[in-house]
């Protein structure tokens, strides 16, 4: 089964929930399906992991599951009528009194957003749609003037872009939801609310190399330590949605390209999500800027595209796989891609397996190679070899299943279950034999395929060989 090499993640929801959607979604091209906890209980999560095993099960294929945290929620409190008008240049106040609010103040039931916010800070709420400019700050309450006119209403969001708040991005329930996330065995947790490094470091205390890491990027303050954050994370994911409301809409187009950049430069994967194929909720066709937002997520580099709304609750969620699906694979045929993949190499570390994949990959152009086939078991010489960006096939080759679901993640390789080589030529033949059922090559082909002697050794890639299939 020859699927697209940026991979597609789909989150699960009421409406994507049972085997046969979840069959259907795999099918039409899902590599990675993703878990919010910021809805369900947990008996509802168990029952989903339990239904993506089965059909990993039977379609005999790695299938990463990723569960997203719902991190801290900064929301107003209720109103007396639900909802107040407010006009442009209107004095409000926000403050701690739980009493409902009206048209002269609302409840904000967050004593650490008034300690780290100053005269002149902006407050936004609704997804930006409302505008607040702080006059005046006290310990629990601070006078405002509204920006814009608009409406207030029960338990809306808040943002302080810019402001760095004294809380961990991990909530007791976040806490619990992973504890669980962990019991079920899945692959990839996704931290939100990431302010800074020492986020990433609190999560990786808790879940000890146990599983795969993404740091979602959707606040300024992230951008600014972007470096570390990469540093200590095993991916990142650029939130554009929560980011987009942060910062100005036109910085986040640049901003993508940007992380994506950096983080392959770092050998990361990165994810790109949000609204990419927002009028699919409701509708069987994207729109044209649509259509384009996701081609240029995958010209820029992205590992994988990753849609929300539209197959959670979405009417069309098959449908929006197949047609995010036909968007990838149509620009990973066109030549312009692959004029792209040649002209933005990534210089290689001074490591003997960063040399050999280096080298792996000048053989594979010079021959016209099927594929390149890589032996890992950490999945650190896969990850290698994706940085790289070949135009040629990446097979990943390892006894690891955890590491074969992992891989599911990353930009252009088909992980691959086998057991250890025995010696060089068990090697070349279960190589050959892997790309053969794949349909990735057929006789008289040639592939390359690195490896580490001794064979079993996490961490020694230092052999390439050229093959020829028979």
Request: proline share 5%; glycine share 6%.
């Amino acid at each position: 089964m020859k699927r697209t090499r940026t991979k597609i993640v789909a989150t699960l929801g009421p409406n994507s929930a049972s085997e046969e959607v979840i069959s259907k979604l795999f099918d039409a091209g899902v590599d990675i399906f993703r878990m919010n906890f910021s809805h369900g209980e947990h008996q509802d999560h168990k029952k989903v992991f339990d239904t993506i095993r089965k059909v990993e099960r039977d379609k005999k294929r790695p299938i990463a599951i990723l569960a997203d945290l719902q991190g801290p929620k900064l929301r107003l409190g209720v109103f007396e009528s639900d909802e107040v008008i407010l006009a442009a240049g209107q004095a409000y106040q926000f403050d701690m009194d739980p009493a409902p609010g009206n048209d002269q103040r609302a409840r904000l039931p967050h004593k650490e957003i008034f300690s780290a916010v100053s005269k002149g800070d902006i407050l936004l709420v609704n997804d930006g749609r409302m505008r607040f400019k702080i006059v005046k700050v006290q310990k629990t309450k601070m006078q405002v003037e509204a920006m814009v006119a608009g409406t207030l209403s029960n338990r809306k969001g808040v943002n302080l872009p810019g402001a760095h708040l004294p809380i961990s991005a991990l909530t007791t329930k976040d806490r619990k939801d992973l504890r669980y996330a962990l019991s079920l065995g899945v692959d990839w947790v996704a931290l939100s609310f990431v302010q800074g490094p020492e986020d990433v470091a609190e999560l990786r205390k808790l879940i000890k190399g146990k599983i795969g890491i993404i740091a979602k990027l959707e606040k300024p303050l992230a951008i600014k330590h972007l470096d570390a954050i990469l540093d200590l994370s095993d991916a990142v994911m650029v939130a554009r949605g929560d980011l987009g409301v942060e910062m100005p809409p036109e910085a986040v187009p640049v901003l993508q390209k940007e992380i994506i950049a950096k983080a392959r430069t770092k050998g990361k994967p990165v994810v790109v999500a949000t609204q990419m194929l927002e009028s699919m909720i409701d509708n069987p066709a994207p729109t044209r800027a649509e259509a384009s937002d996701v081609a240029t997520a995958v010209y820029d580099g992205a590992d994988a595209v990753m849609l929300s709304g539209e197959t959670a609750v979405g009417s069309y969620p098959v449908q929006a796989v197949a047609m995010m699906e036909k968007i990838v694979r149509r620009v990973e045929r066109s030549d312009s891609w692959r004029t792209m993949l040649a002209t933005t190499p990534r210089k290689p570390e001074s490591t003997t397996a960063d040399a050999i994949m280096a080298a792996a990959h000048l053989a594979a152009d010079t021959i016209n190679a099927a594929a390149i086939v890589t032996y890992t078991s950490s999945g650190s010489t896969a990850l290698r070899a994706a940085r790289e960006r070949p135009i040629e096939r990446i097979i990943g080759m390892t006894p690891n299943r955890t590491t074969a679901r992992q891989l599911a993640m990353v930009w252009g390789i088909t992980a691959c279950m086998t057991e250890d080589a025995k010696d060089m030529d068990d090697m070349v033949d279960k190589a050959i034999a892997m790309v053969k059922s794949e349909g990735i090559a057929k006789a008289g082909d040639r592939i390359v395929v690195t490896a580490g002697i001794p064979f079993g050794s996490p961490g020694k890639t230092n052999l390439v060989r050229i093959a020829r299939v028979n």
